[in-house]
């Protein structure tokens, strides 16, 4: 938020800190830390509710503005995100591998979903009581790298938004029992049988 920000800058300048930055990744960098205040800023951002040592899912954790501020989004995102996030911290807090979540609000991409270990893109589905509700078609595996991939799409998978943690919370599991040793999720994802990722 403004305030946030602006609390940074005021808390960077009692610091002597000017520098700071925002990366495509929705994340906040502080530069020019002397070694020795490292701690004190820490503590400083953390104070603000910023965490400077996340967990997995929410260093990995992105979603676009979503429903809330976009004409073109058909299902809420940031606040999923994050109850998703504290769900899965409180259900999986030992889970320690790289996983990168996006969450879409439309088809256009601007949490980059398809390149995501586990990416959401929003759609209206239709739950067992035959309402339509919120949802997301899954794409699993994506990744950006020396060989880049789009994420793996299963035929006819969607997610109910109310049971994205019980999805990614099973995905997850089967990684963790299935990988082979220095295995990344995304390339777990690309190769792993259907069943493991439905």
Same mark, same amino acid.
């Given at each position: 938020s403004g305030e946030i920000l602006e609390a940074i800058a005021a808390k960077g300048a009692e610091l002597g800190l000017d !520098?700071?930055?925002?990366?495509?990744?929705?994340?906040f960098l502080v530069l020019d830390v002397e070694e020795q205040d490292v701690e004190t800023v820490v503590a400083?951002?953390? @104070? =603000?509710?910023?965490?400077? !040592?996340?967990? @997995?899912?929410?260093?990995?954790?992105? $979603?676009?503005?979503g429903i809330e501020y976009c004409k073109l989004a058909i299902v809420e995102t940031k606040a999923r995100t994050t109850e =998703?996030? $504290?769900e899965l911290e409180n259900r999986l807090p030992d889970f320690d591998h790289p996983l990168q979540i996006n969450v879409n609000g439309c088809p256009n991409s601007c949490a980059r979903f398809q390149v995501a270990d586990i990416g959401f893109k929003g759609s209206l589905v239709t739950n067992d009581a035959g309402e339509t509700v919120e949802g997301f078609q899954v794409h699993l595996g994506g990744v950006l790298a020396a060989d880049p991939k789009t994420g793996r799409k299963l035929r006819g998978h969607k997610v109910l938004a109310d049971e994205m943690p019980d999805y990614v919370e099973r995905v997850t599991n089967a990684f963790e029992a299935d990988h082979t040793e220095g295995e990344t999720f995304s390339d777990w994802a690309q190769r792993a049988d259907e069943e493991l990722l439905r």
């Amino acid at each position: 938020s403004g305030e946030i920000l602006e609390a940074i800058a005021a808390k960077g300048a009692e610091l002597g800190l000017d !520098r700071f930055r925002l990366t495509p990744y929705q994340k906040f960098l502080v530069l020019d830390v002397e070694e020795q205040d490292v701690e004190t800023v820490v503590a400083t951002l953390e @104070e =603000l509710g910023l965490q400077v !040592r996340p967990s @997995e899912f929410l260093r990995g954790s992105m $979603a676009c503005t979503g429903i809330e501020y976009c004409k073109l989004a058909i299902v809420e995102t940031k606040a999923r995100t994050t109850e =998703l996030v $504290a769900e899965l911290e409180n259900r999986l807090p030992d889970f320690d591998h790289p996983l990168q979540i996006n969450v879409n609000g439309c088809p256009n991409s601007c949490a980059r979903f398809q390149v995501a270990d586990i990416g959401f893109k929003g759609s209206l589905v239709t739950n067992d009581a035959g309402e339509t509700v919120e949802g997301f078609q899954v794409h699993l595996g994506g990744v950006l790298a020396a060989d880049p991939k789009t994420g793996r799409k299963l035929r006819g998978h969607k997610v109910l938004a109310d049971e994205m943690p019980d999805y990614v919370e099973r995905v997850t599991n089967a990684f963790e029992a299935d990988h082979t040793e220095g295995e990344t999720f995304s390339d777990w994802a690309q190769r792993a049988d259907e069943e493991l990722l439905r």
